[in-house]
């Protein structure tokens, strides 16, 4: 006999709706499964699976769930299982983020009765029937590996619940919303029929197999020379070396579009109590790979290959107190990038050095000059070939549906949160059409009706803006606010306001998780709060000024500062300008000077809104919006 991996020691189990347990065994044999006093009972079919459902259950644990084969004796025992609430987080990387990318958990704790599994799926394409992963406890040994969002989130649930939470991760970086969708789902929709029928052609073409099997090599590091050459050396004599305001990319700080090895050095004073301390020295976040050295001893590294995924990790070293010899500390950083924009790209508030043993707040900024030199330039790598819709390739049509969705169902849960979008910037467009489709398909293959269902809104990123009428993420943020009034029990919440100009992950997930919480403690479990920040409801033209209408507003809202920024007001000629706001009861009034006759107000309409300042008194920021229709 065998069962669902999701039934494996340590499983949370949905407390208050039927359960259902599957697996595999003989055919014709009578099945039964207790736990906790409830049982159930059924058939295994003539390919030996079956599926049972345990009666509603309250919250509690630890349990021991026990399926048998009666007429063979045969059963499997699960250990330590709690009955509670149950999520799915899902979505790209920015839920797949773990714990350890993330800013350090100001107050972290061990709690057994949160637990999360991560979907490792068993075939990269195609229909699956199970996967790889287990259960794990959240302790100091295991939470650095788990999704941060959904551990966040989670911990909220249950510091204001007090049941056992577990969450089910089952997320893959740089995917599209239209490979978690399913086929059936896909083949109805106008705009997404023609993609599955392209992908399907392509998978009985010869010439796209062979090309699929000969993708372009990405260049590897050669080596580090510059060390060679003593570059890390606090005696090398690096005057000649051009100068570049840190942090940031090769091409804005140092005025070179291209890839491959960079060097940076720059001299810092420390305090006289430091020396003969260990030190702890922060360098920020280096696209792709880093060498770091501190007085001409390496300190750390980060990357190797061709590998990516250390390109959003704050760099963290220890320089021994052996090493600290005098006041003056010299930092050298190799930084190696082999494709797209590479760099140290900080960000700010994250490049400095301070006293490794916490004694003290206080801080040497590392930010601001540094000296640079090019060790090896590979030029413009050519991006390699879009990966063809072939097994390998994540992004084909309902592809993670098959093999990251479909596995899960129908194990029973509470909801889902969802972090995904910056892949589909090019299709904004479409994007409420897809979600929508998603969820619906979601919750017609569970059969638990319309469970809730939260999205986080994209954060901000790239370069800060007032306003910006060509930028494509501000379309996919008005798909997600707008899913929350066309689709039942769909929620949001917002992180316009803690992303990064630098990184397209932000650390800040303690943040969306909680965020992403409220709603659920709101409108899921009914607790007297408000769900999110005030979301746009309607305007009314007044002379020559707008009134805008807000739902959300809890408390009330709220201007933070002096005047509201990122507000612009247009009349009939679509020529946006900055505006000006007051705060009236439970509305907005927008005006500006030489506007006499408006029509249409945006905020916050950029991919990097900078600034926006719009919240409700419970500290939540307002959605972007628009009143206008234009396109």
């Given at each position: 006999?065998?069962?669902?991996?999701?039934?494996?020691?340590?499983?949370?189990?949905?407390?208050?709706?039927?359960?259902?347990?599957?697996?595999?065994?003989?055919?014709?044999?009578?099945?039964?499964?207790?736990?906790?006093?409830?049982?159930?009972?059924?058939?295994?079919?003539?390919?030996?699976?079956?599926?049972?459902?345990?009666?509603?259950?309250?919250?509690?644990?630890?349990?021991?769930?026990?399926?048998?084969?009666?007429?063979?004796?045969?059963?499997?025992?699960?250990?330590?299982?709690?009955?509670?609430?149950?999520?799915?987080?899902?979505?790209?990387?920015?839920?797949?983020?773990?714990?350890?990318?993330?800013?350090?958990?100001?107050?972290?704790?061990?709690?057994?009765?949160?637990?999360?599994?991560?979907?490792?799926?068993?075939?990269?394409?195609?229909?699956?029937?199970?996967?790889?992963?287990?259960?794990?406890?959240?302790?100091?040994?295991?939470?650095?590996?788990?999704?941060?969002?959904?551990?966040?989130?989670?911990?909220?649930?249950?510091?204001?619940?007090?049941?056992?939470?577990?969450?089910?991760?089952?997320?893959?970086?740089?995917?599209?919303?239209?490979?978690w969708i399913s086929r059936e789902s896909l083949m109805r929709m106008p705009v997404t029929e023609q993609l599955v029928r392209d992908y399907e052609a392509s998978l009985t073409s010869e010439a796209t197999w062979r090309g699929h099997l000969t993708t372009m090599p990405l260049p590897r590091d050669p080596g580090n020379d510059g060390a060679k050459k003593k570059w890390q050396s606090p005696l090398f004599d690096d005057s000649t070396w051009a100068t570049a305001e840190l942090p940031g990319n090769f091409e804005k700080c140092c005025s070179r579009k291209t890839n491959g090895a960079f060097w940076f050095r720059k001299r810092v004073t420390i305090p006289e109590p430091w020396v003969g301390r260990a030190l702890s020295l922060h360098v920020g976040?280096?696209?792709?790979?880093?060498?770091?050295?501190?007085?001409?001893?390496?300190?750390?590294?980060?990357?190797?290959?061709?590998?990516?995924?250390?390109?959003?990790?704050?760099?963290?070293?220890?320089?021994?107190?052996?090493?600290?010899?005098?006041?003056?500390?010299?930092?050298?950083?190799?930084?190696?990038?082999?494709?797209?924009?590479?760099?140290?790209?900080?960000?700010?508030?994250?490049?400095?050095?301070?006293?490794?043993?916490?004694?003290?707040?206080?801080?040497?900024?590392?930010?601001?000059?540094?000296?640079?030199?090019?060790?090896?330039?590979?030029?413009?790598?050519?991006?390699?070939?879009?990966?063809?819709?072939?097994?390998?390739?994540?992004?084909?049509?309902?592809?993670?549906?098959?093999?990251?969705?479909?596995?899960?169902?129908?194990?029973?849960?509470?909801?889902?949160?969802?972090?995904?979008?910056?892949?589909?910037?090019?299709?904004?467009?479409?994007?409420?059409?897809?979600?929508?489709?998603?969820?619906?398909?979601?919750?017609?293959?569970?059969?638990?009706?319309?469970?809730?269902?939260?999205?986080?809104?994209?954060?901000?990123?790239?370069?800060?803006?007032?306003?910006?009428?060509?930028?494509?993420?501000?379309?996919?943020?008005?798909?997600?606010?707008?899913?929350?009034?066309?689709?039942?029990?769909?929620?949001?919440?917002?992180?316009?306001?803690?992303?990064?100009?630098?990184?397209?992950?932000?650390?800040?997930?303690?943040?969306?998780?909680?965020?992403?919480?409220?709603?659920?403690?709101?409108?899921?479990?009914?607790?007297?709060?408000?769900?999110?920040?005030?979301?746009?409801?309607?305007?009314?033209?007044?002379?020559?000024?707008?009134?805008?209408?807000?739902?959300?507003?809890?408390?009330?809202?709220?201007?933070?500062?002096?005047?509201?920024?990122?507000?612009?007001?247009?009349?009939?000629?679509?020529?946006?300008?900055?505006?000006?706001?007051?705060?009236?009861?439970?509305?907005?009034?927008?005006?500006?000077?030489?506007?006499?006759?408006?029509?249409?107000?945006?905020?916050?309409?950029?991919?990097?809104?900078?600034?926006?300042?719009?919240?409700?008194?419970?500290?939540?920021?307002?959605?972007?919006?628009?009143?206008?229709?234009?396109?």
């Amino acid at each position: 006999m065998k069962l669902n991996p999701l039934f494996s020691d340590h499983a949370v189990l949905q407390r208050g709706v039927f359960v259902p347990v599957w697996g595999t065994t003989k055919p014709g044999l009578r099945i039964s499964a207790r736990i906790a006093g409830f049982s159930a009972s059924t058939i295994s079919n003539s390919s030996g699976s079956f599926i049972l459902r345990l009666p509603p259950m309250p919250a509690g644990g630890p349990h021991t769930l026990k399926v048998t084969a009666d007429s063979r004796g045969e059963s499997v025992a699960v250990k330590d299982v709690m009955i509670g609430e149950v999520w799915i987080c899902s979505g790209q990387s920015n839920m797949e983020m773990l714990v350890k990318s993330a800013y350090p958990d100001p107050d972290p704790v061990d709690c057994t009765a949160i637990r999360m599994v991560t979907v490792k799926p068993t075939a990269e394409m195609g229909r699956a029937t199970t996967f790889k992963g287990e259960w794990k406890h959240a302790v100091s040994g295991n939470i650095p590996e788990f999704s941060a969002a959904g551990y966040f989130f989670a911990r909220r649930l249950h510091s204001e619940l007090g049941v056992p939470v577990g969450m089910i991760s089952t997320s893959w970086g740089g995917t599209r919303i239209e490979a978690w969708i399913s086929r059936e789902s896909l083949m109805r929709m106008p705009v997404t029929e023609q993609l599955v029928r392209d992908y399907e052609a392509s998978l009985t073409s010869e010439a796209t197999w062979r090309g699929h099997l000969t993708t372009m090599p990405l260049p590897r590091d050669p080596g580090n020379d510059g060390a060679k050459k003593k570059w890390q050396s606090p005696l090398f004599d690096d005057s000649t070396w051009a100068t570049a305001e840190l942090p940031g990319n090769f091409e804005k700080c140092c005025s070179r579009k291209t890839n491959g090895a960079f060097w940076f050095r720059k001299r810092v004073t420390i305090p006289e109590p430091w020396v003969g301390r260990a030190l702890s020295l922060h360098v920020g976040g280096a696209d792709k790979h880093d060498v770091t050295y501190c007085n001409g001893f390496k300190v750390g590294a980060m990357g190797t290959g061709v590998e990516t995924g250390c390109w959003d990790t704050r760099r963290e070293y220890t320089v021994p107190a052996s090493r600290v010899k005098g006041t003056e500390l010299l930092v050298a950083v190799r930084v190696w990038s082999f494709l797209y924009d590479g760099g140290l790209i900080g960000p700010a508030k994250d490049m400095y050095v301070t006293l490794k043993d916490g004694a003290g707040d206080e801080r040497i900024p590392l930010t601001g000059e540094w000296r640079w030199n090019i060790e090896r330039d590979i030029g413009l790598t050519q991006r390699p070939p879009e990966m063809s819709f072939l097994p390998g390739n994540p992004n084909c049509p309902y592809t993670l549906h098959e093999s990251m969705i479909a596995p899960l169902v129908p194990y029973g849960i509470r909801g889902a949160i969802w972090y995904q979008g910056e892949s589909n910037a090019d299709n904004g467009h479409d994007y409420l059409a897809l979600q929508n489709a998603m969820v619906a398909d979601w919750r017609h293959v569970w059969g638990q009706g319309d469970f809730p269902f939260i999205c986080v809104q994209l954060a901000n990123f790239q370069q800060p803006k007032d306003y910006d009428g060509s930028a494509s993420w501000p379309w996919v943020r008005e798909a997600q606010l707008l899913s929350t009034r066309t689709c039942p029990n769909t929620g949001m919440a917002s992180a316009i306001d803690i992303g990064d100009d630098l990184d397209i992950h932000p650390r800040n997930k303690r943040e969306v998780g909680f965020r992403l919480a409220q709603w659920a403690l709101a409108r899921t479990y009914g607790r007297k709060l408000v769900a999110n920040g005030p979301h746009y409801e309607g305007y009314e033209i007044e002379g020559n000024a707008i009134r805008v209408r807000f739902s959300e507003i809890g408390g009330g809202l709220v201007i933070r500062g002096d005047a509201i920024k990122t507000c612009v007001i247009a009349q009939i000629d679509r020529k946006f300008v900055p505006a000006r706001a007051v705060v009236e009861g439970d509305t907005l009034l927008v005006s500006a000077p030489g506007i006499k006759n408006p029509r249409a107000v945006r905020y916050a309409w950029a991919n990097n809104p900078e600034g926006c300042n719009l919240y409700n008194a419970d500290g939540l920021p307002a959605s972007p919006f628009r009143t206008d229709t234009w396109k």
